[in-house]
């Protein structure tokens, strides 16, 4: 039986993370090194944590559930008491693309991320409409990416990341790089900064006297047909008024080349860096 080390095993991702493996057919040995996070996952889970020194030698994967900041210092503690052909596997690509993994030929790293439930879905029920996050009732995709190993390794490494982010419709095979890409160029420098600015909107067109229950309906509402529209999920197109909207707002909102240099190596490889090493 394949035998999992789950580090942060008491955090909140941790934890999730544990009520899906508790299901599946791998053997977990849980680690957490805080008392409130052994508590929490008793408490949420019934899961006892077990003292890391014992685990380590008998681990086929170590599952990394802790910040982007620790991995590399926590892997270097514990990379020479693997064995041969064990793997380790991060829950997102900064680590390993900003060169923070420690290195050992004999030993695997594998990278995976949720893409968490997408926005256009007909789930059935309250719940899977209600699990944005996902590995809950929503079903939803995940990426994946091999620094270093065979393909038994990542074979192995899929399967686990289809079962702690279960339900999962599609695993995607990348690059480490393309993983970064992702996440943090897309998904965050992008999409979060951009969802934050559509809240500041909100928040503008209320103090300027619209209601907010009004607001906040119209723009949600809006942002459904919209990126319905913009992402080839419904057989419309913007009015003339809404491209002529558009195209003026470009001009005063977006800085010439914005895209490209958010997207240049350099600048991904920067942000997953200062990610790596922000406390």
């Known amino acids: 039986m394949t035998r999992v ?7 909140k991702m941790g934890t999730r993370l544990s009520k899906n ?33 014992t685990a380590y030698g008998t ?21 020479d008491k693997l064995k041969p052909g064990a793997c380790i596997m991060v829950l997102d690509a900064a680590a390993p693309y900003a060169g923070e993994m420690p290195d050992r030929e004999d030993i695997a790293v594998f990278a995976t991320h949720p893409c968490h439930p997408p926005l256009f879905r007909n789930d059935v029920g309250d719940a899977a409409q209600a699990d944005y996050f996902g590995g809950d009732a929503a079903e939803q995709n995940i990426v994946c990416g091999l620094l270093r190993g065979t393909e038994d390794h990542y074979t192995l490494c899929e399967d686990i990341a289809r079962t702690i982010f ?16 992702l996440e943090p160029a897309l998904s965050e420098t992008v999409g979060a900064t951009m969802a934050l600015a559509l809240r500041d909107a909100t928040d503008m067109a209320i103090t300027k006297g619209v ?15 919209e990126l319905a529209i913009a992402f080839d999920q419904f057989d419309g197109v913007f009015s003339d008024g809404a491209l002529h909207a558009i195209n003026q707002a470009k001009k005063s909102i977006f800085q ?15 942000s997953v860096k200062e990610i790596c090493s922000t406390s």
């Open 5 to 11: 080390l789950l580090l942060g095993a008491g955090g």
């Open 21 to 53: 493996l508790i299901r599946s057919q791998y053997a977990v040995d849980h680690v957490e090194v805080t008392e409130e996070g052994r508590q929490r996952l008793k408490t949420e889970t019934g899961l006892e944590c077990v003292e890391a020194e």
């Open 59 to 79: 681990a086929d994967v170590v599952l990394m559930a802790v910040p982007d900041n620790l991995i590399g210092r926590i892997a270097t503690n514990f990379i």
């Open 166 to 181: 279960s339900p999962v419709m599609r695993a995607h095979r990348c690059t480490i790089e393309q993983l970064a890409i």
């Open 211 to 225: 209601p907010g229950e009004a607001a906040m309906d119209f723009i949600i509402g809006h942002l459904g047909i």
């Open 256 to 270: 010439e080349g914005w895209l490209e240099r958010v997207f240049e190596p350099e600048a991904v490889l920067t």
